[in-house]
């Protein structure tokens, strides 16, 4: 069975920082190209970033550029989101996908993240 379960949301101040991780088994995590992406309440979907399957070419929406970074350690089937210098505006339910900007894949079942004084 495919799972990816995230971690790591939860509510902080802006300004400050949260790590999502993303736990993937069940399907050969190493070979597959790997998605944040975040929805806030009423919006679409927003790509935030991705990374390839050998944790290269790393993509970031121009919201985030500068501020996050994503990461992958293929020997432990796991997704990282260093987010740091976080504003409200950040604040949505982060996702972990398989691929890059399609909505065909493995999705995780979201975590959130509050940004909020």
């Known amino acids: 069975e495919v799972q990816l379960v995230e971690s790591g949301g939860g509510l902080v101040q802006p300004g400050g920082s949260l790590r999502l991780s993303c736990a993937a088994s069940?399907?050969?995590?190493?070979?597959?190209?790997m998605s944040w992406v975040r929805q806030a309440p009423g919006k679409g979907p927003e790509w935030v970033s991705a990374?390839?399957?050998?944790?290269?070419?790393?993509y970031y929406a121009d919201s985030v550029k500068g501020r996050f970074t994503i990461s992958r350690d293929n020997a432990k089937n796991t997704l990282y989101l260093q987010m740091n210098s976080l504003k409200p505006e950040d604040t949505a339910v982060y996702y972990c996908?398989?691929?890059?900007?399609?909505?065909?894949?493995?999705w995780g079942q979201g975590t959130q993240v509050t940004v909020s004084s």
């Open positions: 996908a398989t691929g890059r900007f399609t909505t065909q894949g493995y």
């Open positions: 069940g399907f050969t995590f190493g070979s597959y190209d």
């Open positions: 990374v390839n399957s050998g944790g290269g070419s790393p």
